[in-house]
């Protein structure tokens, strides 16, 4: 077997794949295992068809589409308003950023204003969430890799306190259904201000428990360095955003080079890596959660008072002017964009989700190939991927 | 970045001959595209990937629209530069009709992002891209006959048990009643 | 305890029993020990769907503690598992998949669906690719509402299932389904078609009340 026969694509592209040809006489027939779509850690129902020599893989194919619920379609029989909803079901661990990114879309397409202590609640909310997806990361990165229960449990610890207050506000756990085009659903009171400030500020002692635990760890460092490394030039190719594309030293955050919200308004450093290995993509989150509280804190301290929905909103019979729109923000897993098509109806024509997990996904094959299939199950954990999203 | 008028006649002078038109978005969002000929979509695409002055490097979302009325599919492509920190640049390709021209280039070969993102563009819309490198269904099944998201598709009927049918639900689940109904009291789940 | 009382030898009461208790000596039907034994026992399957697997997570995590109820032992193959959760939206594309682990799962086996989409749908009903109720291709024991559910709603229909366990008759017609020789524990698993699935339901299994609704 020759390279160019496992990935086509690889010979295509200048910055190339990290393949290895497989030349070696004694090794017998090659192996073909399906990884899902019911495995303990393809993170849902995501499947793999992997091809293995011995136990090394020489060629990975993902299968999509058992978790495709057609948000697109549904979004286009329903009005604007009605795809919040769906919007939290898209990536179920963090709702409000995905609330914040249609609302965001929904905003520009129909030119609307929002109010200054909406936006900041936003960061707040965004970072909050921002912190529970990494943390639920770290936990479920550490199961993968074979550190079974007590990472995940400390994780799940903490993402129920996130949760209380995301309850508090909204009234549900996870699926918050808070953001709506010109603000935001219900103003945050003092008592739920105060319940929040006190988390954010206990967050670091949580961090530094957990890096602790785990990041000195000596099992976790030789399972992960030098797993699943990245070049740069090919993951901007491929599209790839977010923690996995800055764990290479690319230095691309959509909360600096779009300063969309207030984010300008926060001083906070986005942390960049070098190898742009898993054990990078590890500790990449681990710092972007240290910064995200440092973005809650000073948002925390200067908090305008005011109102949280823009008066002139319109709820009802909300009909954008014919026109299109595409908006993004960096969520936890990368960019996360709508692309709005209106004709002048309560529905839009066309309603399309970005969804990062789906395109970082698109590497996954070149990140894997020359590894064991534990090393994929590692990296496929630190892609960071989920299911609602991936496959809409 | 340069403005899209600048854009559009050094594109005109770098391909003379070609039919690249500026798509005038009337909305408050004001992100205008180009309109590419398909024939030469690959090439302006390089260029627009390669010159100095854009270096779009990074193509964010590539999707589909059904335009029923005109009776073409069109696809978008929503392109960003990481090394500049600008954009966006939308470019968007027109099918001939929506039946059986329904062949475009693949841009896979340019950003390599849009390898699964145009599979299912293939998948939903029924855009047959040239010159990709696996071009499969991506989340619908292998036998799977139609391409959902077009606006004429017919969605399979299964509302045969619908207890408690309202709004459009309810107008679907009648066909399945003996007799004509009102959405009254729901029965109990067995 | 009334559930019990009537599988107990006649002329002994239920009086009777707790008065014995009371004095040290525990008396009870095989059928009530055999039962107790599974009902304390259920050891699910590790498999999530959608956004109701997070809280079924949540729920096995410190604060919810499934453990208290004998369902921490999330076994990762069908082959070890007593009980399906079937925790968020099946889509049709992944309904034979689903059938089949059930399958795969001996007997006994219990299902639940967890969640809106599992039951009819949910949210998710008037989509193309998704199945209207994981019921009409297997038997489904419980049915848990919500969207998702929250761990504590998860918990109750574990408690239920352990009731619904525990009131199983071991003879006669109403026994459960391992016990009854001829009895199928395979379901057909449907097959992907031109437009939809193939058969779109089974109708052994979906036999829903017919709804006359008159005007």
Request: glycine share 8%.
């Amino acid at each position: 077997m020759i390279a160019s026969d496992i990935s086509p694509l690889a010979s295509r592209l200048s910055s190339g794949a990290h393949t290895r040809a497989v030349t070696d006489p004694f090794h017998g027939d090659l192996l073909e295992v399906s990884m899902g779509p019911h495995h303990p850690s393809t993170h849902g129902v995501f499947r793999m068809q992997v091809t293995l020599d011995g136990e090394t893989i020489v060629k990975l194919k993902p299968v999509f589409g058992y978790l495709h619920r057609n948000h697109e379609k549904l979004g286009e029989s329903t009005s604007y308003l009605g795809s919040m909803p769906y919007t939290d079901r898209l990536d179920y661990l963090n709702s409000m950023t995905n609330n914040w990114a249609y609302a965001l879309a929904v905003e520009q397409l129909a030119g609307q204003p929002v109010p200054e202590r909406a936006e900041y609640l936003r960061v707040i909310l965004a970072e909050l969430t921002r912190l529970l997806n990494h943390t639920c990361l770290a936990g479920f990165l550490l199961q993968d890799c074979g550190c079974s229960g007590t990472p995940l449990m400390y994780a799940f610890r903490e993402r129920e306190k996130i949760l209380d207050l995301f309850e508090a506000l909204s009234g549900s756990r996870m699926m918050c259904n808070f953001q709506r085009f010109g603000g935001c659903r219900t103003d945050a009171s003092p008592e739920w201000l105060a319940a929040a400030k006190q988390l954010t500020d206990g967050y670091g002692a949580f961090l530094d428990e957990y890096e602790r635990l785990i990041t000195g760890n000596e099992i976790l460092m030789a399972r992960t360095q030098g797993v699943g490394a990245l070049k740069p030039d090919l993951a901007i190719s491929a599209g790839i955003t977010g923690p996995m594309l800055r764990a290479t030293g690319v230095d691309y955050d959509l909360r600096k080079v779009d300063g969309y919200g207030f984010y300008p308004r926060f001083e906070f450093r986005v942390p960049l890596g070098d190898h742009g290995d898993t054990y990078d993509r590890y500790m990449i989150r681990v710092l972007e959660m240290r910064e995200s509280i440092k973005i809650i804190q000073q948002a925390f301290a200067t908090l305008p008072a005011g109102p949280v929905m823009d008066p002139k909103a319109k709820l009802r019979g909300f009909r954008p002017k014919p026109g299109e729109a595409y908006g993004r923000i960096e969520g936890p897993r990368g960019e996360i964009g709508f692309y709005l098509v209106s004709d002048g109806t309560p529905n839009p024509y066309r309603y399309r989700v970005r969804p990062p997990s789906f395109v970082n996904l698109t590497l996954l094959e070149d990140l894997c190939l020359g590894h064991t299939v534990a090393d994929a199950v590692i990296i496929l954990g630190s892609i960071d991927i989920v299911l609602g999203e991936v496959d809409r | 970045m340069e403005p899209l008028e600048q854009l559009h006649a050094r594109l005109l002078s770098a391909f003379p001959g070609a039919e690249i038109s500026i798509v005038n978005n009337p909305g408050p969002a004001a992100q205008h595209s180009l309109l590419l000929p398909a024939a030469l979509a690959r090439e302006i695409a390089f260029f627009l990937r390669d010159d100095p002055a854009l270096r779009l490097d990074y193509c964010s979302n590539v999707t589909g629209i059904d335009w029923l009325k005109a009776g073409h599919i069109e696809v978008v492509y929503h392109l960003y530069s990481m090394a500049l920190k600008h954009g966006p640049v939308i470019i968007r390709l027109r099918t001939a009709n929506r039946t059986d021209a329904v062949t475009l280039p693949s841009l896979t070969p340019v950003w390599r992002a849009c390898e699964f993102q145009e599979r299912e563009v293939f998948d939903l819309y029924g855009v047959v891209f040239d010159g990709h490198p696996d071009l499969r269904r991506i989340l619908m099944w292998d036998e799977f006959k139609d391409h959902p998201m077009r606006k004429d598709y017919i969605e399979p009927d299964d509302y045969e048990w619908e207890p408690t049918p309202h709004g459009a639900i309810h107008d679907k689940a009648k066909a399945h009643y003996p007799a004509a109904v009102t959405p009254a009291e729901g029965a109990a789940k067995p | 305890m009334s559930d019990f009382a009537t599988s107990l030898p006649a002329g002994i009461s239920e009086v009777d029993r707790t008065e014995l208790r009371r004095q040290g000596i525990l008396l009870t039907s095989l059928e009530e020990f055999y039962n107790w034994g599974r009902s304390n026992s259920v050891w699910p399957l590790q498999f999530g769907l959608a956004c109701c697997a997070i809280e079924m997570i949540a729920t096995s995590m410190a604060r919810y503690d499934i453990a208290r109820f004998g369902s921490e032992v999330f076994r990762p193959s069908p082959r070890q598992a007593d009980l399906l959760i079937v925790s968020g939206t099946v889509t049709k594309k992944m309904a034979p998949q689903v059938v089949r682990l059930w399958n795969q799962m001996p007997e006994p086996k219990y299902c639940i669906a967890m969640g809106a989409c599992a039951i009819s749908g949910g949210p998710f009903k008037q989509g193309y690719n998704v199945l209207k109720g994981i019921d009409r291709f297997i038997p489904v024991d419980i049915y848990i509402p919500g969207c998702p559910p929250r761990p504590e709603a998860l918990l109750h229909g574990l408690m239920a299932l352990q009731e619904k366990i525990r009131g199983q008759k071991l003879t006669g017609p109403a026994a459960p389904r391992h016990l009854q020789p001829d009895a199928t524990c395979d379901y057909s698993i449907p097959e992907f078609g031109a437009h939809d699935l193939e058969p779109t339901k089974n109708p052994t299994v979906f036999q829903p009340p017919v709804i006359v609704r008159k005007e």
